[in-house]
């Protein structure tokens, strides 16, 4: 008899229990997919919200996308105004893509974007980005007809990133922007005409300090990510002819390895490629053993010669996106964040690229 009152008592707060839970009917609410972040002067934020809409149409119902902005001190503040202006309350939990635009990731974007990460309704793996302009004026350049433009924005830089340009979002960004042993780098988005994906934001800390364009962060990708890339094209010189190649499904590992003989320590990246010649602009031999050999030998060229660049312009910037800093900790006992700034400037960095190419795709 006992056990069966303790049940019911159960059961009875359960109940209770169930009914002081705050709950949200998903048809009444707006749920965000992304948001812009612009300037209105040094102590303002514009905040510009995009989020699907129904609307009823005789019996059948539309979904389109829809933007209000806000303007606020904070980003609460700035959300506090959108929430005034929409016709249902404004919630974070499915949010896909936050953009800032450059003049606020040049004077630092730290306090925004920690704030995103400890705002427990916002996914720790949402996309970040810096649109080179206005942010909110990427939300007008999608056309509607292609698809929402909180879903389709998200889509096409995860896209990318998986094809040419290093993969990053809020986690990945905190990281490094607070790991003294590297620096943190997002897409670069631009709006005109089309939207497009153009490289990647370099950052010293949480300030966005330089770019690059897309083959210069399909190299940082090579250098920072191991897997399956996208397509490249090669200039080669066969016959004294120059001849464009297009080399795909290419597919790369790299190990870093440290000579630490001397007082400044030599870093070695050996980096191995493989793909597959798809297309050419003029008729080659595929089977002809000496124009692959070509091929293979300047695409080590090419990609040692780039890499070294990038590195130069690395050093020139105090950045570190490779993460040399983290490599060098993991090797050494005594770190010291400030003697390894001191050291950065004249550290070795040398490239062994290994190419091969391993079939001829669909021009054989």
């Not at 206005?134 to 998200?154: H, L, M, S």
Request: proline share 3%; charged share 25%; aromatic share 8%.
């Amino acid at each position: 008899m006992n056990k069966c009152r303790w049940i019911i008592l159960t059961y009875i707060i359960l109940f209770i229990l169930t009914g002081c839970v705050e709950t949200n009917i998903i048809e009444e609410l707006s749920l965000v997919h992304g948001m812009a972040y612009d300037e209105v002067d040094e102590d303002k934020l514009e905040l510009t919200a995009a989020f699907p809409n129904f609307v009823e149409q005789g019996e059948e119902s539309a979904l389109f996308s829809q933007v209000l902005t806000g303007i606020g001190r904070t980003t609460n503040g700035a959300i506090e105004q959108i929430n005034m202006k929409s016709q249902r309350p404004i919630k974070l939990g499915q949010s896909r893509v936050y953009i800032f635009s450059n003049t606020i990731a040049e004077r630092g974007i730290e306090h925004l974007a920690d704030a995103l990460y400890r705002n427990p309704d916002v996914p720790n793996r949402v996309q970040l980005a810096i649109s080179v302009g206005k942010a909110k004026d990427i939300f007008t350049t999608v056309d509607e007809n292609e698809d929402r433009v909180g879903v389709f924005i998200p889509d096409l830089i995860a896209h990318v990133q998986e094809r040419s340009i290093p993969p990053s979002n809020l986690h990945l960004f905190l990281y490094s922007m607070y790991n003294d042993g590297r620096d943190a780098y997002l897409p670069l988005i631009k709006g005109e005409d089309e939207l497009n994906v153009i490289g990647t934001a370099l950052f010293d800390h949480d300030k966005y300090v330089a770019s690059i364009n897309l083959s210069e962060s399909y190299m940082l990708r090579y250098l920072t990510v191991r897997g399956k890339h996208g397509i490249q094209q090669h200039l080669v010189t066969h016959d004294d002819e120059d001849i464009v190649v297009s080399v795909e499904n290419i597919t790369s590992t790299y190990r870093v390895t440290m000579d630490d003989t001397g007082e400044i320590p030599t870093f070695i990246y050996h980096v191995n490629v493989k793909g597959e010649i798809t297309d050419s602009s003029e008729r080659i031999n595929i089977d002809d053993p000496g124009f692959i050999d070509e091929l293979e030998k300047e695409m080590e060229e090419q990609k040692k010669e780039m890499a070294e660049r990038l590195v130069d312009m690395f050093k020139e910037l105090k950045i570190d996106p490779l993460g040399l800093g983290e490599q060098y900790r993991s090797r050494t006992r005594n770190w010291e964040p400030e003697k390894w700034e001191e050291m950065y400037q004249d550290i070795d960095v040398e490239f062994i690229f290994n190419v091969v190419i391993v079939h001829s795709g669909a021009i054989e």
